[in-house]
Every structure is written in C-alpha cells, then in structure tokens.
C-alpha cells in the first residue's frame, strides 16, 4: 500500500509564501506522477500542479506563474512553494500519487491553507 503525509499548510496574509510538503511511503513505484490538488467549501477538487517521475510538470490555470512544484525521487517527497498567495488559494490541498503500470491514485488526507486578506 502507499501512504501520503503532507505538511506545511498554515495561515498566512496576502501576498505571502508557503511551502508544502508531502512524502509517500509504500510500494510507490518507480513511475508515478505526484501532485497536488485542492479543494474549497462548495467547489470541486482543482489541479495545483503535478510532476511526473521523469519531471514533466502541469500546472492549474488559477496557479500558474505563483507556485513551483519539484520531486526528489530518492526520497519520494514532492513540494510545491506558492508565492503570492491571494484568499481564493483557501482550501484543503491534498497531495496525490498516480502509479502508472496499473492506474491506482492514492489521496493523502489534505492540508489546510487558509489566506486571509
């Protein structure tokens, strides 16, 4: 099985940075795209950002330009550092892992970031 641990969701103002963390464990595989996306009250879950283990990125339209996401295969960790952050980038962020070879997606439980204005 593969598990999810994200970290360093907070509260922050306008205008500032945070940096995410999450770090899989488990029968990971080697490829395998990780990523985030998030969720707030009343919408659907959005893509942030993914990269894949060969570093091909995608990112959501309501981010890009603001965040930057980067893997360490060794480790099996993926961050994503959000600059700029505005009050519509509150929600739950939950980081994800596809495994290629057999199409299984793994959710962690979320982190909360909340930007207030």
């Known amino acids: 099985q593969v598990q999810l641990v994200e970290s360093g969701g907070g509260l922050v103002q306008a205008g500032q940075s945070l940096n995410l963390s999450c770090a899989a464990s488990?029968?990971?595989?080697?490829?395998?795209?990780m990523g985030w996306y998030r969720q707030a009250p009343g919408k659907e879950r959005e893509l942030v950002a993914t990269?894949?283990?060969?570093?091909?990125?995608k990112y959501g339209e309501s981010v890009s330009g603001r965040v930057t996401i980067a893997r360490d295969n060794a480790k099996k960790t993926v961050n994503l550092q959000m600059n700029n952050l505005v009050p519509g980038d509150t929600g739950l962020y939950y980081c994800?892992?596809?495994?290629?070879?057999?199409?299984?997606?793994?959710w962690g439980q979320g982190t909360q970031v909340t930007v207030s204005s």
């Open positions: 994800r892992l596809e495994i290629y070879y057999n199409s299984r997606v793994y």
């Open positions: 488990g029968s990971t595989s080697s490829a395998n795209n």
């Open positions: 990269i894949n283990s060969g570093y091909a990125i």
